[in-house]
Nanobody, 122 residues
Framework: QVQLVESGGGLVQAGGSLRLSCAAS????????MGWYRQAPGKQRELVAT???????IYKDSVKGRFTISRDNAKNTVYLQMNSLKPEDTAVYYC????????????????WGQGTQVTVSS
């Protein structure tokens, strides 16, 4: 059983900062890609940023230069530092991770955290 536990959401004024954390726990071989997605009311879930175990990153265009994703492989934890927050960043943020449970070809599974609310007031 693999669990992703998120923390760090909250209410902040526009221009402020928040840092999200997500830790993977359970029984697995290792964690591949980790990432953050978000879902605003009435909208589809969208990719915010991802990071590989080697540190390669991908960002949604609208957060480039404001958000930074990072990870601590030893702790199986991914972080999202969010600066210069805007009201349009308001959403539930979900962590996800591609976790290798076993060594065979089909041994990688995707897991999701429970979500953490980020609200940016204008």
């Amino acid at each position: 059983q693999v669990q992703l536990v998120e923390s760090g959401g909250g209410l902040v004024q526009a221009g402020g900062s928040l840092r999200l954390s997500c830790a993977a726990s359970g029984s697995f071989l290792y964690v591949n890609v980790m990432g953050w997605y978000r879902q605003a009311p009435g909208k589809q879930r969208e990719l915010v940023a991802t990071v590989t175990s080697g540190g390669s990153t991908i960002y949604k265009d609208s957060v480039k230069g404001r958000f930074t994703i990072s990870r601590d492989n030893a702790k199986n934890t991914v972080y999202l530092q969010m600066n210069s927050l805007k009201p349009e960043d308001t959403a539930v943020y979900y962590c996800n991770a591609d976790v290798r449970l076993r060594s065979d070809y089909n041994g990688v599974f995707r897991y999701w955290g429970q979500g953490t609310q980020v609200t940016v007031s204008s």
